[in-house]
């Protein structure tokens, strides 16, 4: 059975429709009323904001970089140009999102390795980066993925741990 569409109200999906297509699809049964009311949920969506908003471009055209949230400034790096080719990159920039349109992404040191799709994690004083895309990735540069483990804080640059310690991810190879 193909479940027909969900009612929309002012464009959006509640909670209310969402239990309710779940309903229809013959998942266990949820209480709607348990999950507030549609009222509430616009109460939630304006103390958000509700919308996505464009601010201050990236500098420079790249993709599938790592990121994270670091004393509420928003890091990006890695990945790859996204434009002519897909080289590998190790750039990194950081944004004040408080600063909204009047902001711009800062140039910080560049990664210790251009890295393919890095993922990346934030704890209290650092950003984390670490592994790297497959080898049957369109690497234009030749490099293939690494193991290393990378960190970046704020006014110490970027450490290789993995130079450091001899501590490397699993890879499974």
């Known amino acids: 059975m193909v479940p027909r569409s969900i009612p929309r109200r002012s464009g959006r999906v509640t909670a209310v429709d969402r ?3 779940k309903n229809r699809m013959g998942a266990e049964e ?3 009323d348990a999950l507030g ?3 509430e949920e616009e109460e939630k969506e304006d103390e958000t904001g ?3 908003a464009g601010n201050a471009r990236l500098p420079q055209a790249q993709s599938a970089a790592g990121g994270g949230v670091l004393d509420g400034q928003l890091y990006y790096f890695g990945g790859f140009d996204s434009w002519p080719k897909l080289d590998a990159t190790d750039r990194a920039f950081v944004y004040d999102p408080v600063a909204g349109s009047e902001g711009e992404w800062d140039r910080i040191p560049d990664m210790p390795a251009r890295l393919w799709a890095p993922c990346g994690v934030a704890s209290e004083s650092r950003i984390y980066s670490f592994g790297d895309a497959p080898p049957n990735s369109p690497y234009s540069t030749g490099e293939g993925p690494t193991d ?3 960190a970046y804080g ?6 290789d741990l993995t130079s450091e ?5 699993p890879t499974g190879r």
Request: glycine content about 16%; hydrophobic content about 35%.
């Open 19 to 21: 239990a309710e297509r």
């Open 30 to 32: 949820v209480d709607p």
């Open 37 to 39: 009311s549609e009222e």
């Open 50 to 52: 509700g919308e996505w």
């Open 148 to 150: 290393a483990i990378f």
């Open 154 to 159: 704020p006014g110490e640059g970027w450490r």
């Open 165 to 169: 310690t001899g501590v490397r991810i």
